[in-house]
């Protein structure tokens, strides 16, 4: 009776939770694909924005990011390891931006271990993005989106790697919120002071030119990340002048092009 | 029986586990892509990038292509570059005050009138004009700017639109010989003056090479010359009337001598002469265009220096673009100098 009850159990646990997981290279490679017709439907629409002549870039500050350099500063940026609901140690191993077709996908590779038992292992694929670039306090930041994650080898067996699954998914926001913001190494002053002078029969007054800069748009394209940002210098303040309402950086809009994830080579 | 019923929960839970399955599995994932579909997908991508470079450029970024390619890269508009260097230029020279004070005029002599035997000298006079101040006021105009391979030339027209001064004439008048004492006497007579600044203008030219320095652009001023203003007082009518009243107060007889001192002539002599203000060059300091690179970042608490080696500066006509590598320092090392980058042709 024992053995009949229990393997009905199993073939329940199997109906119910194991069912087949698609071999990683195949995950992989649906996720390359829609990322690509993602890039493809975002390069259309920027075309026929530009060609309408909506995209006006030639008076904004253009910053362009390799990719190459915005990886180093992600994996400078990521936290050695973070443990998920008490149970898995995830640290980030790889993490690599993709800039193409109007996406600024990151992909990162992780390290899954029992907090139990150190020899149950799992590799993990997470992908996402970097939005909500703002410019604040002369410093140009964005943050990291998670996006999706694939189970991609585990050591664990599919029931475990289900397991997984569900935990990294039901925990996906508190793994992008240990994922800190990231700054652009750039820097913008936000006026521009200029000393008087004073010296035998001349005076002229010290002043500043107030600069108000904000994001205007994001346009990942070309393995570089676009950044353009609106400028606007003045009016001339002369120290000493009455002080009006002093202008500062407008608020940070969110970036037009709105990134999403994933793998595009 | 019990065997019955095991059996028959065993279905049963079978039974409702394979519904659950079903009812919830995800719907069947269509075949995944093959090598030929994900390389199709990668050539349309990547030639609607080109594409969209071609439309960028098209519509004004005409330097895109040949600026100077690094790890960062700034492009900083020209029209915006322009617009601070307006703002910056007529802003020190708005209201910027030349002030002359206490300047003194001394001027002394003999009037000598025909006598009998030759010419004789009736008295001394001593002329001394004391300028309390004199204070022109700067306006500005509308610079001309136009950039260059490696400058941007300015030139401004500034006017010397307004000022005033105030000053004291002062007669001292000791005749000679009894009969001009009888006539004149001794005279000292003080007048207060007043006048205006003649409007002139001028025009600043000179230019500011563009550097990195590393971290910024800067635009460093090269003014050859300085700006030389000369400043013509413009006596007003009462400054006249107050000459004339010092001699006119006097008897008929007296006012014909004193009015061979010529007073209004001295102080006309005075007045076209003008006083010459330098402008220092240095009034003009270097500029630092207000995007730059970071040389350190704080990541996780760590201050990480930034080694920036700069790939090239590039001044065209519709942006200023410079292009820089960055290697990470160990946290908390010095980073290295970086050198001076200069432009490269204008395209």
Redesign the interface.
Known sequence: ?NR??LA?VF??AF??GC?AR?APE?AM??V??ES??T??AN??K??AQ??K?E????????????E??LG??LR??L?PEMVIANRVRLRIESAEPLF??GQAGLLFKARVSSTDVPDASATLSLAGSLEDFKFEGGKLSARVKLKHFNVLESSIGDLAANVLDGLVRANLEVIQSAI?EI????????A?K????T???????P?A?P?A?SVSQVIP??K?LWVL?H?K????Q?AGAENGPKEKPAAAKSPVAKPSAEA?? | MKRIALALVLIALGGGAAFVYWSTSPPELPPPPTETELQALLEKRDALQQRLSAVVVANGEKSLASAPRGGVMIGIPTSFTRSILDQIVTGLFNELTLTLKNLKVHKEGEVKVKAVFGKKTVGKYVLDVQIHQVRGLLKPGTPDVVFSRDRVSVSLPVRLAEGQGDADIRLKWDSKGLAANMICGDVEVTKSVTGGVIPQDYRLAGAFKISSAGAAITLSPDFPEELQVRIYVDPSEQAWAAVQEVIKDRRAACEATLNKVDIKGILGNIVDRGFNVKIPQKLIKPIRLPAGIKQSLEVQGIKLDLQLKPTGLLVSGDRIWYGADIAFGAPGSLASPTPVTKPAAKR
């Open positions: 009776m009949a009850l009905g073939s329940l109906l119910l069912h698609e195949v490679a649906r390359a694909a690509r017709r890039q493809i390069l259309e920027l075309i530009a060609e002549g995209i006006v870039t030639t008076d904004q500050i253009v910053i362009g990011v390799s190459e350099l180093s500063l400078a940026s936290p193409r077709g800190p700054e652009v190494p750039v820097q913008f002053e936000q521009i200029v000393g008087g002078l010296e035998g029969a001349v005076v002229a007054k002043g030119l600069l800069i394209a070309n570089r940002l400028a210098a003045g009016p001339w002369p595009a080579r």
